[in-house]
């Protein structure tokens, strides 16, 4: 069986001013150190709003690159597509309709192209003279 003093024989529990003393020191101290922990705790506004900024600016950040992206792939596509159009157009057989009306056609005669021919390869050995001496 425990007697009244016996159960706190570590701390005194007798109301006298010492020990009401001592026990307002030891709350003091206590609600001393819960202050400043919860105070440690708390974000500054400055550091809060540097937070914020720095999400803000990731994200307007990687919403511009989607943009870019998107918008190169899309110059791309046209840039292919007009690039295809120009050597299709290239590479396609004129017709006579594709010409201006009025435009006259002949057709050379055989001799006259062995003539330019003959020319063309004159002049071609004229130059091979040329830069041999």
Known sequence: M?????DY????????????????LEAEHWLTAYKNASAKTTV????????????LSLFFISLLFIVLVI????LYIIGK????????????????ADFPEGTLFYRTP???MHRIHNLCKANRDIKELNTTI
């Open 2 to 6: 425990r007697r009244n003093g016996d």
């Open 110 to 112: 055989p001799e006259e």
């Open 71 to 74: 918008r190169e792939g899309i």
């Open 44 to 55: 500054s506004f400055g550091k809060a709003m540097g937070f914020v900024g720095l999400i």
């Open 81 to 96: 597509r007009k690039s295809k159009k120009a050597r299709e157009e290239r590479l396609r057989v004129k017709t006579l």
């Open 9 to 24: 024989q570590w701390r005194p529990n007798d109301n006298s001013t010492r020990t009401n003393l001592r026990y307002d």
